[in-house]
């Protein structure tokens, strides 16, 4: 059974950084498409940022763009997200998320098959 498990949320204040984890368990096979998502309270989850096949393409969301950056480490099948210049709109339940193959829409929920539990962010002003 695959799993995904998030670390490295924690609280900071405007303009601090953080790194988060994601762990893959449960399956020998790379997880082609790997992104991170968050959600904040009373908001829709939303991508934040995506890696196709080790980094061969990455995509942002444009309010992260600049100051997030993902990476893969395929051997040890981890995702991460390293966030600088963090803003108190930053603040949400951040979710790894994983599928197999290729998605057309790297940033929506829906093209994903695997989620982890989330771990939380909060930026104080």
């Known amino acids: 059974q695959i799993q995904l498990m998030e670390f490295g949320g924690g609280s900071v204040q405007a303009g601090g950084s953080l790194r988060l984890s994601c762990q893959v368990s449960?399956?020998?096979?790379?997880?082609?498409?790997m992104a991170w998502f968050r959600q904040a309270p009373g908001k829709e989850r939303e991508g934040v940022a995506s890696?196709?096949?080790?980094?061969?393409?990455?995509y942002y969301l444009p309010a992260v763009k600049g100051r997030f950056t993902l990476s893969q480490d395929n051997a040890n099948n981890a995702l991460y997200l390293v966030m600088t210049n963090l803003k108190p709109e930053d603040t949400a339940m951040y979710y790894c998320?994983?599928?197999?193959?290729?998605?057309?829409?790297?940033?929506?929920?829906?093209?994903?098959?695997?989620w982890g539990q989330g771990t939380q962010v909060t930026v104080s002003s």
């Open positions: 449960g399956t020998n096979d790379r997880l082609t498409q």
């Open positions: 890696s196709y096949s080790g980094g061969a393409s990455t």
């Open positions: 998320a994983a599928a197999r193959n290729l998605v057309a829409r790297p940033l929506l929920t829906g093209q994903y098959t695997y």
